[in-house]
């Protein structure tokens, strides 16, 4: 397995012969990462997630599928599954959410959470919390047909409907 700096990359990843990877760091199967990307310690790439060239990721989690695009920079934060940063964005210190997509040259400052599957168009600046509009929210059924009245828009507010939702929904 290694020193605690090691670098343990997948027999199955694809790795260009370009590529700096610091330990300690986990690069699982089916990973690609092009050429002239920079992987930073404390860095997991998940399961088929795609890094292309010029990308920097530093103490950062990229889960399954996810793709970070050309010369994107990605310090202290999770990239969900699915989830593709365009071309030159910036995440620090920041959730990126399941299958996000988001434009070129985004800029998402410290702190901010972005709900899955949200759309961010190119050269925003996200500061703060983006959750799903009311029609892309979670509705909480007990039976086909039959709501509860409890519907989320957050994970705070998912998480406080789990609390109060039967269990049957």
Known sequence: VGGPNRAVVDREAQV?????????????SGVLVEDGANIQQYCVLKKNARI?????????VIMERAVVGKDCTVIKS????????????????????????????????????????MRIGA???????????????????????????????SLDDFIDALEKAPIES
Do not use: H
């Open 16 to 28: 260009g012969p370009s590529v700096r990877i610091a330990g300690p760091a986990l690069v699982e």
């Open 123 to 153: 050269d925003a600046k996200v500061n703060g919390t983006l959750i799903a509009p009311v029609e892309k929210g979670f509705y909480f059924y007990t039976e086909f047909g039959q709501y509860t009245g409890l519907m989320a828009t």
């Open 52 to 60: 292309l060239s010029g990308a920097v990721l530093d103490r950062s």
């Open 78 to 117: 999770v990239i969900g599954q699915s989830a593709v940063l365009q071309g030159n964005v910036t995440v620090k210190g920041s959730i990126i959410g399941a299958g996000c997509v988001i434009g070129d040259r985004v800029e998402v400052l410290e702190g901010s959470r972005i709900w899955p599957n």
